[in-house]
């Protein structure tokens, strides 16, 4: 079942001297619902970029992002994202963050609180519905992002680095305990793309690894990954 497809996909930018610079260049892949995908590739090689144009956020300046098989116009209506820097509101608490997203859906607030709490409870953030996001720790705050993004059940959750703002410790706790969420079904998610720097974190997450290469970025592997005894 196709769910994205990009089709000779470009972006370039202006830079502030008018000079054009091209960022990404004839990028082609599908992402089909079930995958877990891992997009890998130096600093600057446009994956946060390709991540951005995927969810709607920005457009290609060339080529086509198709979703279930339609051109897509503006926001992706299937994708919910999970930010390095975790992007809450600091004025909020736990919970109006986590039902943020649902809110733009147009879910009604006795519903949303329900999906909101419960999504609250599986990434363990039970008890910490009324904190607000400075109280927390950072392996708190991401969990509250996982939170706010999965309580739309998106069709496709990409993240952008996740773990690379908390310390090691921290994010191989969180990694290794998302992944159990997921094997246990609990994630209400069935496509994921998680942008990494990380091949041993790409390794350990994606059934498939997507490689961009530098100036411009262009995909230079798309692999399978052999699934870990674990997910069998
Ligand atoms: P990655 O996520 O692989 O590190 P990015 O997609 O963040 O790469 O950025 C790729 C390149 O595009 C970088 O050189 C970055 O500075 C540039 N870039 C990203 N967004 C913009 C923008 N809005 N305007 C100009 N350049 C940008
Ligand atoms: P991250 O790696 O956390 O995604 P970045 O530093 O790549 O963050 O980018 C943060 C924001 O700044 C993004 O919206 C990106 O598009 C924009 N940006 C990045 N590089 C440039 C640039 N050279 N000129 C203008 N905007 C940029």
Redesign the pocket.
């Known amino acids: 079942d196709l769910l994205i497809s990009l089709e000779s996909v470009k972006k370039s930018?202006q830079q502030p001297n008018g000079q054009e610079i091209t960022?990404l260049e004839n990028i082609n892949f599908d992402l089909r619902t079930g995958e877990i995908v891992a997009l890998l590739?130096p600093?600057?090689?446009?994956?946060?970029?390709l991540m951005r144009m995927i969810a709607g956020l920005i457009p290609p300046t060339l080529g086509k992002i198709l979703y279930h098989n339609r051109p897509l116009v503006g926001l992706n209506p299937g994708v919910a994202i999970v930010f390095q820097s975790f992007a809450l509101y600091p004025w909020l608490t736990v919970l109006e963050n986590v039902e943020l997203g649902l809110k733009a859906k147009g879910e009604l607030p006795d519903r949303r609180r329900e999906k909101a709490l419960r999504m609250i409870d599986v990434i363990g953030l039970d008890g910490f519905e009324n904190a607000y996001p400075k109280e927390l720790s950072g392996g708190m705050r991401q969990r509250v992002g996982f939170a706010r993004a999965l309580a739309v059940e998106p069709e496709l959750l990409c993240m952008d680095e996740p773990f690379s703002a908390l310390d090691v410790l921290t994010a191989e706790n969180l990694r290794f305990e998302l992944l159990d969420l997921w094997l246990e079904r609990r994630i209400p998610t069935q496509t994921i793309l998680i942008?990494t720097h990380g091949i041993e974190e790409a390794v350990i997450l994606a059934d498939r690894i997507i490689v961009l290469g530098r100036n411009p970025g262009r995909v230079r592997a798309d692999l399978p990954v052999k699934l870990p005894h674990y997910r069998d």
């Open positions: 930018y960022i590739g600093s600057g090689s446009g994956k946060s970029t942008v």
